[in-house]
Structures are given as C-alpha cells and as structure tokens.
C-alpha cells in the first residue's frame, strides 16, 4: 500500500518462470511445445535473416535463384557500397543522410509526442478548471481518427502552411493524437493523492511537483512510450510518402521503395537487401535493448 | 509552537452535503488533540482544513493565534504524517526528509544537521541512502514522522497514520509518537478511529460524529462522563451496555424495564415516567449469589475466555437493552457456558443516565 | 474514494494543455472539417470552381463498381490478416506458457517484426515470393506451381495477407501472453483436480477467459489491416494486379493523388472516418465491460 511506484502490470510478469511445472504438463507435451516455438521463431524470423543472407551476396547471386540458405563472402563489399559508394542510388542521396532524416522524424515524434501529452495528461489529471472534460475529449477523439483517414485535407494544410520537405511536415501532424496523452492520464490516475498533499505541505507548487516527483515517478512509462513512439515513427510510410518530394528528404523506408522495381532488371538488389538491414536495425535495436519497457509500455497503453 | 484555534469551522461540498457542521476546538500550546470517530465522521476532513489541503467552507483556522483560512499548505508552518505514509518513492530517505527544506530555500548545511539529528533521534541514522520499498513499514512509518519534525514545524497533523501497521507494531508506535510528541512539545493535532489510540495519546479527546464534535475533554472525562450514548458506546471496548428503564415514583430512583428498582447513587433521579437509557459498563455488572440480589438477569448466548477476564454475551431475560445484547466483563476464574441465566448487580455508583429521546447524557 | 487531490491554480493547466491543442486544432480538427466540407463538394476538372452536390459525391462513390470491390478486398484482406496473425500467435503464446526454461529467449526472437516497418516487410515477403529472383518463387515454380503474384490476383492477394500477418504476429503474441499470465493459477489448478486433461483445460477454461484479449485484439488487427497495411499493398502490389489487392485506404490515396477526384476522396474519407468511430466504439465498450477481468 505505501509503495507508490507504478502498479505492476500483468507484462512485468511475463518474465516470470517458476509456474506451470506442476499442472500435469507432462515432459514430452512441453518437447513439443518447445518444437512448435522453435518452428514459429524460425517462420518469424526467417524473413529478416534471409534478407540479411541476400545483403551479403553478390547481384548475380541473388537474381539466381535459389538463394544460399547462409551468408556470402560479399559482407564488406556490399554494405560498403551501399554505405560510401552510394552514387547515382536514390537520386543520389546518400543512406546515412536517409537515416539521418529517419532519425530525426523518429525521435521528434517520441520527443515532441511525449512532451506535449505528458503536459496536457499534468493539466487534466491535477487541476480543475472550468472546461477540462471538454478538452479532455477535444484530444480523446484524435485517437479514432488515423492519419490514413485524412490524408487529402492534411496535406492541404501541409501546403497551405508550406511545410512540404520540412521536417516540421514530417513530425508535428503525427504527434497530434491521443494515445500518449490518455496513457499518462491512466498512469498519473494511479498516483496517491497523498503524495500530491505531502508534496504540498512540502512546499512544492505545481511545477515542483511536476519536476521533482511526477516525472521521475513517469521514468518507465516514458521510456516505454518512448519507444513505442519511435517505432511507430520509424516505421511510417503513407505520411512521409506524401510530405516530402525532395529525394533529400525522403526516410529510408520511401528510398527503398523507389529503390525496387519489379518490371525491370537494373533493381540493385544487393544494395535493396543492405538498405533493408539499415532499415530495420536501428528500430530492431531499440525494441531489443529496451524490451523490458517496451513489452510493459505496450500491453498497458492498449488497454 | 503555537495554539490551534478552530471556531465554528464548517465544510459543504457541493452547496448540499454537508461534512463537517460547525466544530470549535482550542488546542493549547503544546497538546495533542485527536479526533476519534466512525468512518465518515468529518475528523479527516476538519484534518485537511486545518492543513490547507481542503477550502474552509465557513469559520475560522488559526494556528499560533494568526487566522490562516486563505494560505495554503506549505505557508501554515505544519508538517502532516499521511495513512499511506505518501514518501516519494523514487527518493532516498534522505532526500525525503530533505525535500521539504530544500523548496524553503534552506541552507545545505542546515539541512543536513536536521536531517541527521531528527534521523538519529528515530533511530533512522542507518536507513538514510535507503528507498521507501527498501524499509518495513515500521520504518516507513518512522521515515513519515521524521520528514515532519525535520521542519520544526508549529503543528504536527497525523492522519492515521498507524493503521497500516499490524497490532503489535502499532502498540510500539503509538508509544513512540506519544514520547516523541511529548519531548518535542509540538501542537499535534491526531486523526483516528480507533479508540485504543485516541484514550491512550490524546491530551484533549473529541469524538466526533456525522460532523460534529460529540465531546471534547480529556479521556479520562470522557471515558468516565460521556455526553451522549454516541460516545458512551464508541469510547470503552466492550461498547457500554444502555438499558431501557424510566424515572420511578419521587425518591425511588428508576424502574428498570425489566422490572427491577435501581437507584443510582451519584444520579440525579429522573422525574417520574421519563423514558431513559441507563448506561452500564461490562465491567459494572457484577455476578452475584442468586436472583434475589440481581437487578437483572441475563441469558448467556456466547462466552469468550480472555484469560484474565471472560465476557459473556446475553440477551436480558425481561425488558430491553440496546441493540438486544448485554456484554458483562467478569472474572476469569468464573466458570460459566452458553444458555446459562446469570444474576448481575449493577454498580449502580458507575452507572450513567442518558435521555431515551435525545441520547444526552442526563 | 476522497476526490482527487489537486492544485488550486486557475490559468496554469490551460497553459500546459494549449502545445497539445494547437497541434491538435492544426492538423486534426481543420483537416477533419475539411474532409467534411469537401465530401460534398464537387471540383471542376481545372480545379477552378467547386460547386455544392450534397450527397452526390457519396451516392457515386457507393455506386462505384471498383469501389465495392475496394470494400470487398478490405473485408478479405482484414479477416485473413486477422485471423492468420491471431491464431499463430495465439498457438505460440500457449506453447509459451506451457514451457518452463527459455521464456525470455522466445520471446525475444519473436518480437522484432513488431520494429519492421509494414513496407518494409512486404518488400522482404516480395523479395522471396518474387517470380523473377525470389527463392521460394523458384520453389514453387518448380514444383509445378504456376506462382506469379504479378500477374494473379488471388496470389498477390495472399502475399500482401501473409506480409501483413507476419508482422503483426509478435503484438498479438505479447498480448496473449500478458492474457495467459493473468488467468489465475488456482482456475486451472482447480481444473485439473476436476479432471480435465491439458486440452480440455484449454477450451474449457483458458480460451474463454481470454476472450477479452482476444476480441481486443480482433478491433485492432482490424484496425491495423485497414490502416496500417498501407505501406504493404502501396510498396508491393500497388493495389494490382488489376486492383485484385486495392484496399480502401489505398483507394482514399489514389484517387486524391493520383486521379485527383477531390470530391470522391473526401467521401471516402468521411465513410472511413465512420467505419473507424465505429471500431473505436466497440473496443470502448470492451474495455469498460474488460474491468471485471482485473
């Protein structure tokens, strides 16, 4: 009761191990179980390590099929070039500075999503003032409605406002929705009140209590939006695909896109093959370095 | 230091519910007030009033003689200890402790004898780089009440805050805030509902209920001349037996329901006819040879054996009692069992008078 | 429950709320009106003038034979991708509980195609089921398979499914896990003195009190195979061949940006925006009914 950390979730326990020995599960079920996760981390799997296979193989290789179930020898050479000789490729911009973009448009999502609903979640949950309920659902219905759904008028707006190849076009349209706001909502609803009266009679207005005590409180919920964030940012498609025309302004998901043609030949399918590692890995990294929040964040904001 | 004043201090919510209806209480400098009642009584609500934490619908506040209806929390000079204890979790104890100096704008050194000396004073001096999941909740518990007299503030408020802690711990503590309480001499104003806690640390008792102050005085007043049959029934465990009875013909005291003729020595007689509850302790009955001496009998339906004393639960076999059940406290060598007629004397010296109609003490 | 505890300031939360309102305002509520305003509108071919047609643009769009194929294809694609990528993960999750060493492992090795973008992961599916170069294209092809996505639409429709499936495998495989670990041990301790054996146990107890999570899961693999597909179908069919694979979302963006028919766009908009308040709804009346399930 006097511990006012974050309720554990159901996600925390997922780590969890000592359970199910006894429940009449016999040895070879649990073989079996083994083989069938093992069978569905390699279908789940598969996809990515082949495409790390095909970035490690000459042209040639690749457009003969079948393709070696193991990696070549053209590790070095390959993402070499896709890295340093990237001439003529995608308009002649380089991958690093198509990161660099995805980077940016990633990270300003997370950063400036999180910023802007943690405040508002701040001002719904610990004041009251005359009109909160009605902004509180003025950003609650933001979440029914995906950029998808809107996209024509949006981008007007982009036009109209001239923000088409800008990284402000790219970023500040996907950070107004809902979810992380009514995320931190649900989490400060968890906070004693006490903790908000201590703090009181401790002398700390709002903004100390915000400073000292709630954001700290927020770390891994923060963390674990953060993430999510990221993700969602790294990942978009339709958004990006529409705000920038500029080849230099392109994320690297867009470049690949305009990498690949399926009619003709010329495709340089080993560079399509490093640039999809480059693409993936950043965000892949994040997810697995930062699982524990990440599994947490996500099975509690759904909900 | 400083007096607590609160002079027909009122709490409305809403315009309609009201919480607390007009309570007027002086603390003396240096006293330790609580506030004992049920649940829902208003004593957590007058609390907060007087911490700042909840507007002062009508009435006054003042602490150290100064009206402070309007300041907030952090400008009246008090430090409250919370049911949940409320430490920042991601903090040290140290910096629990600290925190509150810290946004007074406190010098660091200062602070840091503060928090040392209070920490060494409630035996924390180990604990300091420690965090609240890290402690028992005896800690906790001590770790709240240092963050409180680390400010030397000019009242201490608890909000009940031992009733989290298991039975033996909670005796231990009680002990410890009284000395501590005492030692520092800090106005203290106690929120309870149980009332082991309210008889043993108050230095002005008031039972509160449906938001008014039932009695304000010492324990000892209160336990030995509650005001109402609220308070002779919430303060004493087992709860006081009140016995139907009415005012017999002049000079011959009352005539119980069940019959028997009592005169209660230290009572002034009700007149004639006046319905009254005659207010009998458990341990004022006493068991007596045979029904001849008894002013009343009682048939046994639950025994407990407590070791020193037994208690023996009964319906009375004539007239009526509150709630329809007698409670007698009777020695433990006494050995007795379940549908047994008892014959009780009651100690009509200890005996108390209430107005059936009004529940006032008469 | 004593109200919630709070800070007496008047001005101060209007401040902390204006950054999330703006943007909000910008390029949420102005859009939206917008999509609104124009769905009943029609331009002229040289954009020059628009004129007010009422419903007009939604009886056309309605009427439109590709656009009831559009919706025909949404409706397959979205059952397909939500049932493949619930079930599998569904399978594994149980597997998952069932085992006592290497939980962490498996579920490290499952999650990351949550972290693939949706085109990406075509692309990947694309490259391996591609009739000129793709390695299990050739498989196929070989066995005596007349496999060519490009040019069948059923097949290019079940590579777009089985993308879009896979990765949404790990979200649904984390869920049903957190679902599993939340059964109370003792319901099923209780059941196996009762006698049911391992499978019996399942459908009789587990399956039913996962249901919750799983008809949560049902609104957002929905939710995700209209939206969030969109990268799949624009990067690896583009709605072909022969629009076999042309979704509703894909229809709202090509015919604003490539056939440029404004009017129809928006009322396709404003019909999505219908469909999605609707699934939104439905998971709000699951989660308030979910509390019980603690």
Redesign the interface.
Known sequence: ?????APQSTAAVLGRREEGAMLGISRTSRYIAHAILILGVIVVAFPIYYTFVASTHSLQTILRPPLPLLPGDRFFDNYYQALFGGVGRIGGVSVDLLLFNTTVMALGIAVGKIIISVLSAFAIVFFRFPGRMFFFWVIFITLMLPVEVRILPTYKVMVDLGLIDTYTGLILPLMASATATLLFRQFFLTI?G??V????????GPW?FFK??LL??S?TNIAALFVIMFIYGWTQYLWPLLVTNRNDMNTIVIALRKMISFADADTQWHLVMVTSILAILPPIMVVLFMQRWFVKGLVETEK | MATVELKDVRKTYGGRVEAVKGVSIDIPDGAMCVLVGPSGCGKSTLL?MI???EEITSGTVSIGGEVVNTR???ERD???V??????????KVYDNMA??LR??GMAKDEIDRRVREAAATLGLAELLERR??ELS?GQ?QRVAMG?AIVRSPKAFLFDEPLS?LDAKLRGQMRIEIKNLQRALGVTSVYVTHDQVEAMTLADTLVVMNGGIAEQIDTPMAIYEKPASIFVAGFIGSPAMNLLAAHGAEQGKGLTLASGGAIKPRDLAAPEAGRQVLLGVRPEHLTLVSDSKNADIEMKVTAVETLGADTLAHGRPVAGDARGGELIARLPGSVRISEDDVLPLAIDAGAAHLFDAGTGKRI | MSPR?TF?NKILPYALLLPQLVIVGIFFYWPASQALYQSVLREDPFGLRSTFVGLANFRRVLNDPNYLNAVQNTAVFSVAVAFLAMAVALLLAVMADKIIKGKGFYRTMLIWPYAVAPAIAGMVWLFMFNPTMGTFAFMLRSSGYAWDPLLKGDQAMLLVIVAAAWKQISYNFLFFVAGLQAIPKTLIEAAAIDGAGETKRFWTIVFPLLAPITFFLLVINTTYAFFDTFGIIHAVTGGGPGKATETLVYKVYHDGFVNLILGDSAAQSVILMVIVIALTAIQFRYVEKKVHYG
């Open positions: 009761m006097a511990d006012t950390t004693p006490e903790l009266e201590a703090a009181r009679v401790d002398g700390a100390r000292d005590i700290p409180l770390k | 907060r911490a700042g934490l907030g929390p952090a008090i430090a409250m919370f049911q949940n204890y409320a430490l920042y979790p991601h903090m925190y509150g946004n007074r609240p999941r909740g906790r963050r989290n | 505890v007496p």
